[in-house]
């Protein structure tokens, strides 16, 4: 039933009425990461993440969610919201007793930190994929397949021990399977139908030219910045003419506040050979309008600032030299009183 829904990605996915909307897949995952300071002492953050956006939030004193947007609840009732939290708070409880329970036998050194992420993929067409991935102080530890437990080759005999572990609670493993195959592609499906008007909103980007760093003598820095902009997919890149230029070095794309995106795309070259190059911006929400900045148009921009001005302040510099003499030459007796 899960796999006749998934047509509905063609009008739930961001971008959905372009050709590479359904390239890359949509997931929702939950990451909870435990600090464990001593045998009786551990502290949990959690959140959750539809993509690179965080929907979920869970307030630490508490245990409970917070949902960070008005359609983070997706479709569920509030029933089964409960439910599925419960499941998750049950969950996450005996997982750090296991871990406080077997510290010495797995040879742990407090303080230690363990990072959980799992949740479902959903691409167009396809069946949905679920994961659950653990970490420990960083570096791949765990991981769940196929119904069971399997321990990375970087976690060494500790992870063995703690998958052996795992592997016992028979029950456990059918609800995280029911979960990862059931529940979460269903929430997924349900966050994107009820977040629909937000995650395809259409927001230009704005872009500008500015230099950077001096690399050296005779050369430049040509930084071209894009900003506010959303869905993320963006093109951009430095030209000369029709013909792309080589050694364009683009930064991440980061996030601002508001869920909009940032970018900047830079190529060092001689200062001869800046006149002529463009940058290119091509988004979404531009249509077949391409954003073109020319360097050329930016500099000439400064010469005629300096054409004007030079002469202005030139002229103003010899009308105050001249009254200041006119001044000085005047006779001596015109300055005395009357008699």
């Known amino acids: 039933m899960l796999f006749l ?60 969610v917070i949902y960070l947007w008005p359609w983070s609840r997706g479709n569920f009732s509030n029933e089964e919201l409960m439910e599925v939290a419960r499941l998750f708070q049950t969950f996450f409880i005996r997982f750090a007793q296991a871990f406080h329970n077997h510290a010495i036998q797995w040879m742990l050194q407090y303080p230690f930190e363990v990072q959980i992420a799992g949740g479902c993929k959903l691409r167009f067409g396809e069946a949905s994929v679920g994961f659950v991935q653990v970490a420990f102080q960083g570096s791949e530890f765990l991981s769940f397949q196929n119904n069971s437990w399997l321990p990375s080759p970087e976690g060494g005999e500790t992870a063995q021990l703690v998958c052996r572990l795992f592997n016992l609670y028979q029950g456990t493993q059918e609800i995280i399977h029911r979960l990862l195959s059931d529940t979460c592609p269903r929430f997924l499906l ?44 963006i093109w951009v890149t430095w030209m000369r003419g029709e013909r792309e230029q080589q050694g364009t070095q683009r930064s991440d794309v980061v996030p601002h506040a508001d869920g909009t995106w940032y970018l900047r795309v830079s190529l060092e070259v001689e200062t001869r050979e800046a006149p002529g190059l463009s940058c290119r911006v091509r988004h979404s929400s531009l249509g077949d309008q391409d954003i073109v900045l020319y360097w050329g148009h930016r500099s000439s921009v400064g010469w ?27 006779p001596a007796s015109s300055h005395l009183p009357l008699e």
């Open 5 to 64: 829904q998934l047509p509905l990605l063609l009008a739930l996915l961001p971008a959905a009425d372009s050709e590479d909307g359904f390239q890359e897949p949509v997931s929702f995952q939950i990451i909870h990461i435990f600090s464990f300071y001593n045998h009786s002492w551990e502290h949990s953050v959690g959140s959750g993440w539809l993509g690179e956006l965080q929907t979920h939030g869970m307030n630490s004193s508490s245990d409970t």
């Open 190 to 233: 349900g966050l994107l139908d009820a977040g629909k008007a937000y995650l395809q909103r259409q927001v230009r980007p704005e872009a500008w030219l500015s230099p950077g760093p001096s690399p050296g003598p005779g050369r430049l820095v040509l930084v071209c910045h894009a900003s506010g902009f959303y869905p993320k997919p």
């Open 304 to 330: 005629i600032f300096l054409a004007v001005t030079v002469p202005l302040l030139l002229l103003a510099g010899l009308a105050f030299w001249a009254r200041k003499r006119r001044t000085l030459c005047q």
